[in-house]
């Protein structure tokens, strides 16, 4: 099965005190029906066989529906990583054939073409004019921006809005349009997502890249896992807009949420499964004037899980939306927040897609009004409506052949 991974397997299972506390606080554990985490990871252990999987298809079924969000052993008294524990977990499914590439064929982005880079190039967005991570050496830059697949293709304006803040703080950036990678883990290609991201770093290093500064928390994750990153400096965007004395008033509040003028309206951070460790929540909370802003009943390491990660969609829809849905109605509404700040742009798209999906089911209108922190800081921001209706009628318009070639032939 490869040294990793059941390296990886055999210290959760032997860490593992099996108190079940991981199972009281996630769904997808209790619903299989196992008491703790060592019951996950005992059939998976050494080199299973796909009959040996296919014996025990509620354990399977768990891995597939987990988000990987971390959520269950953020309070582990013995420190167990669940994310990459189901992270290699998944792998060890898709190495027996327990899972293919069904539904993943579109997020290989170790490939030239993926859903990302064919919808920038179908709709024109690109960063041509922008100096690249790979003249970096070439114009003495040491900074590279990495701004995640989903900013930097749905809202590219704002990305350049950005990207010309880190210049005006005194930066000499360059910019990187690669994705960090996280979509070959949810498809458990462990050993081309290590691959491709080791690469990645490697080729930063030697243009001289020693700081990265990242948009989205998850890209952050994803880059620190890679041995080669070890001596790079990550920065969190929150931690240069608090540097820089960025303010968010309630009235930039008052007037995202929509609300008519001398209304009361608070924002809520919502932070991401992947800053358990505040380092984006911290100074973005930090921006908020006083009595702008209010807290959600779980928030930073307790934060709940948005619903996307883990393409859990393909596998259970529904529990995707009822995770959505438990953020924007139960914990928004439960302390009167009127805008929901994502500091992450996959838990915005999340949250976009989701609040579309319920005005299209006739749903009433929405209690909160859902953003990316970014679009509180900057002026430009996610038009979702044009990138979702872009998203769908490229399938089938003018490059419509050529999208289905390059994604699905």
């Not at 768990?62 to 792998?91: F, I, K």
């Not at 953003?371 to 044009?386: I, R, V």
Request: proline residues 4%.
């Amino acid at each position: 099965m490869g040294d990793i991974v059941f390296d990886r397997l055999e210290r959760a299972f032997s860490a593992c005190s099996g108190c079940g506390a991981c199972v009281d606080r996630c769904e997808v554990l209790s619903d299989a029906g196992i008491s703790s985490l060592r019951d996950l990871i005992e059939p998976f252990r050494g080199e299973p066989s796909l009959d040996a999987v296919h014996s025990v298809p509620e354990l399977a079924l768990a891995v597939r529906r987990c988000c990987m969000c971390g959520s269950c052993t953020c309070s582990c008294p013995t420190d167990v990583d669940a994310r990459s524990v189901l992270a290699s977990l998944r792998e060890v499914l898709a190495r027996v054939g327990a899972t293919t590439m069904e539904g993943f064929e579109s997020t290989q982005v170790d490939k030239e073409w993926h859903i990302f880079s064919v919808y920038r190039a179908v709709h024109g967005i690109g960063y041509a004019d922008l100096p690249s991570w790979e003249s970096a050496r070439e114009l003495g830059s040491d900074t590279l921006f990495f701004p995640g697949c989903t900013l930097a293709s749905y809202a590219p304006e704002l990305t350049r809005e950005v990207f010309s803040f880190l210049q005006d703080r005194g930066m000499n950036p360059v910019i990187s349009t690669d994705c960090c990678g996280s979509p070959l883990k949810s498809g458990g290609l462990g050993e081309r997502v290590r691959a491709y991201k080791s690469d990645m770093v490697r080729r930063a290093r030697e243009a001289g890249i020693a700081k990265v500064v990242f948009a989205c928390p998850g890209c952050r994750d994803e880059f620190s896992e890679t041995e080669e990153s070890e001596g790079m400096e990550f920065v969190a965007l929150p931690r240069l807009l608090a540097d820089a004395g960025v303010k968010i008033g309630k009235d930039r509040v008052l007037a995202a949420a929509g609300s008519s003028t001398g209304a009361m309206a608070r924002a809520a951070v919502f932070d991401s499964c992947h800053d358990r460790d505040g380092a984006f929540g911290g100074p973005l909370r930090s921006l908020f004037e006083e009595g702008a802003l209010c807290e959600l009943p779980h928030c930073g390491q307790r934060a709940l899980c948005c619903g996307a990660g883990g393409a859990v969609s393909l596998v259970d829809p529904d529990l995707c939306a009822r995770r959505a849905h438990r953020i924007l109605d139960d914990e928004a509404s439960s302390v009167g927040a009127a805008v929901l700040v994502s500091n992450c742009p996959t838990c915005s798209y999340t949250f976009a897609a989701q609040l579309r999906a319920d005005e299209r089911a006739g749903a009433a209108d929405a209690p909160v009004r859902s953003l990316n922190y970014l679009e509180l800081a900057f002026e430009n921001g996610f038009d979702w409506d044009l990138a979702f209706y872009q998203l769908e009628t490229m399938w089938s318009g003018e490059y419509g052949a050529w999208v289905c070639q390059q994604l699905l032939g």
